[in-house]
């Protein structure tokens, strides 16, 4: 099956500052590639997703590249902000699997 | 739309008493799912369904059960709980099984002393 693997697993930045968050997955069949924010005791919510045939997509501060020959993706966030701060998670599937594969989240704290 | 509802949020279990976390969507998702998660760890598939009367095992079934009556809900049976279930369980949807957007419930944080 897919394997994901996410880093780091903990990440400060200073307000303002980028943030980059990096996986890699296993399975060249994965397809789509959905990033999750979880706040603090909250539900994953959905920011941002790829699909293969694109190598990048932006949502105001928020971007995700993909890689599909080195088979990594990344999150970039930029000009962080303190609501930032939250547990990330990044995701793979595909469309003849069914299920996704997360991994094992990122903790980004953004120092005001 | 409520979306998807978890109940319930806490819950203290003794070792060997069973129970079950119910989860219900009204979006007419095809697809419904149950998670949990530990730390650093990540989301773990336990057991989905794509559709009425189909389930299937995840990564980590055991000890749990499901089923699927409705489109609508999607219970998970603990049925003998066991310290090492204690963990943060999340029922997700999506519209159908290809690569589409997880809506996740709120979570039950389960315990079983």
């Known amino acids: 099956g897919e394997n994901v693997e996410q880093h780091p697993s903990t990440l400060s930045v200073q307000e303002g500052d980028s943030a980059v968050i990096k996986c890699t997955y296993s399975?060249?069949?994965?397809?789509?590639f959905p990033w999750y924010k979880q706040e603090l005791g909250k539900r994953p919510q959905l920011i941002i997703d790829i699909r293969s045939n694109v190598g990048e997509k932006k949502d105001q501060r928020i971007a995700v590249t993909l890689n599909k020959t080195a088979k990594h993706f990344s999150l970039h966030i930029t000009e962080t902000q303190p609501e930032d701060s939250a547990v990330y998670f990044c995701?793979?599937?595909?469309?003849?699997?069914?299920?996704?594969?997360f991994g094992t989240g990122t903790s980004l704290t953004v120092i005001p | 739309n409520a979306g998807v509802t978890q109940t319930p949020k806490f819950q203290v279990l003794k070792t060997g008493q069973s129970m079950t976390l119910q989860c219900a969507q009204d979006?007419?998702?095809?697809?419904m799912s149950w998670y949990r998660q530990d730390p650093g760890m990540g989301l773990r598939l336990i057991h989905y369904?794509?559709?009425?009367?189909?389930?299937d095992q995840g990564e980590v079934p055991n000890g749990y059960n499901v089923s699927r009556s409705t489109t609508e809900d999607f219970p998970l049976r603990l049925l003998s709980a066991a310290p090492s279930q204690t963990s943060v369980y999340f029922c997700a949807s999506r519209y159908r099984i290809t690569a589409t957007e997880a809506f996740f419930g709120q979570g039950t944080r389960l315990t079983v002393v």
């Open positions: 979006m007419n998702h095809e697809y």
């Open positions: 995701a793979a599937s595909s469309d003849t699997g069914n299920q996704f594969y």
């Open positions: 369904s794509v559709g009425a009367g189909i389930t």
């Open positions: 399975d060249s069949a994965s397809n789509y």
